[in-house]
Nanobody, 124 residues
């Protein structure tokens, strides 16, 4: 059973930065599409960013392009989401996810493995 554990969330002022991390329980990142989703209270879970491990292709939601960067550290089996220029509307629980579907899909249904989530709160 693959396990994903997120960390790095917290409270930050608008314009600030956070870096989220997702550690996998095994060397899975070479086999999967890995991504980040978020869910605000009362809202559906939405796609943030994802990366294919075979060719490094990345995809971002329009709302985070130019502000967020998805990256990996293979030796640590870790996926990152660097979030800069944060806005109050970025406030949500952020989830790490792993899936098989290529090309990269923004649909949560295409992702099989999920972490427990980490809260990000951006104050105005």
């Amino acid at each position: 059973q693959v396990q994903l554990v997120e960390s790095g969330g917290g409270l930050v002022q608008a314009g600030g930065s956070l870096r989220l991390a997702c550690v996998g329980s095994e060397r899975i990142f070479g086999k999967y599409v890995m991504g980040w989703f978020r869910q605000a209270p009362g809202e559906e879970r939405e796609f943030v960013a994802a990366r294919r491990w075979d060719d490094g292709t990345t995809s971002y939601a329009d709302s985070v392009k130019g502000r967020f960067t998805i990256s990996r550290e293979i030796a640590k089996n870790t996926l990152y989401l660097q979030m800069n220029s944060l806005k109050p509307e970025d406030t949500a629980v952020y989830y790490c996810a792993g899936g098989y579907a290529v090309p990269i899909s923004p649909s949560p249904k295409q992702y099989v493995y999920w972490g427990q989530g980490t809260q990000v709160t951006v104050s105005s």
